[in-house]
């Protein structure tokens, strides 16, 4: 498989590449990067794209990815709606509508987050406009659409947030991630698992589905991809 990877700064894009490197299907990632990442090598290729509303401009560089893992995603505290909404669905769908053009066939991965509003008319910002988001994936016709809908999500493996004071936290609650995933293991996650996931989820012949973190645990401990 040829992996288009956005976000991979990002902790969910961390876990997306780890595993993308850990898996012998994958031959090829693309990573589309704001500014370099010091990430290629191997089957690894970085993509300079400052702006990734201008991702037109180097689709010819793109080649044809089998999947796009779409990991790139901002905080919507102390945003307005639309500020958050072009940040979100704007950008996502510039991204979805050049992809599609260039391979109809591949199959497109959005992380949205555990609360995500299907129904756009909640009483949550975010949650609408992530759900606005994922409606429109759901109908641009790629081959199928992987909605991934994570609770918390605990870094392991050298995974690590952009933000220090979520790395600070998640080293405080690591000990007691075990005893989190078995009581409360619909709401909670890990990267390895996450990017098992993302990958079981792109495969031919996968249809269109949302996925909570009941799902991801699931299908990114079957045997397969990234699993022994």
């Known amino acids: 498989m040829h992996i288009l ?3 991979a700064s990002g902790m ?4 997306a590449l780890a595993a993308c490197r850990q898996d012998d299907r994958v031959a090829q990632v693309t990573a589309v990067v704001r500014s370099p990442l010091g990430i290629a090598g191997d ?3 970085e993509l300079v794209c400052p702006d990734l509303f201008d991702i037109a401009g180097i689709a010819n560089q793109l080649g ?6 779409f990991c790139a995603g901002v905080s919507s505290v102390g945003m307005s709606e639309a500020d958050y909404r072009r940040a979100t669905y704007d950008l996502t769908l510039a991204v979805a509508t050049v992809l599609v053009g260039i391979n109809p066939a591949m199959h497109f991965l959005y992380v949205s987050g555990a609360g995500t509003d299907s129904t756009e008319k909640g009483r949550s910002m975010w949650a609408r406009v992530k759900g606005s988001t994922e409606n429109a994936l759901a109908k641009l016709g790629f081959a199928g659409v992987a909605l991934f809908r994570p609770g918390y999500i605990q870094p392991l493996d050298g995974v690590r947030s952009k933000v220090a004071w979520y790395n600070a936290l998640y080293a405080v609650l690591k ?6 995933k ?3 293991g619909k ?6 698992t996450l990017g098992r ?3 079981a989820a792109v495969q031919p012949n996968v249809p269109t589905a949302i996925y909570e973190s009941a799902d991801i645990n699931r299908i990114g401990a079957l045997p397969g991809l990234g699993n022994p």
């Not at 000990?175 to 989190?180: A, E, I, M, Q, S």
């Open 5 to 7: 990877l956005t976000g």
């Open 197 to 199: 996931a993302m990958l």
């Open 175 to 180: 000990p007691f991630y075990p005893f989190v």
């Open 64 to 69: 044809t990815p089998d999947a796009c893992l």
């Open 187 to 192: 709401y909670a996650t890990d990267t390895g």
């Open 43 to 45: 089957k690894v290729r």
């Open 12 to 15: 969910v894009g961390q876990a």
């Open 182 to 184: 078995r009581v409360a």
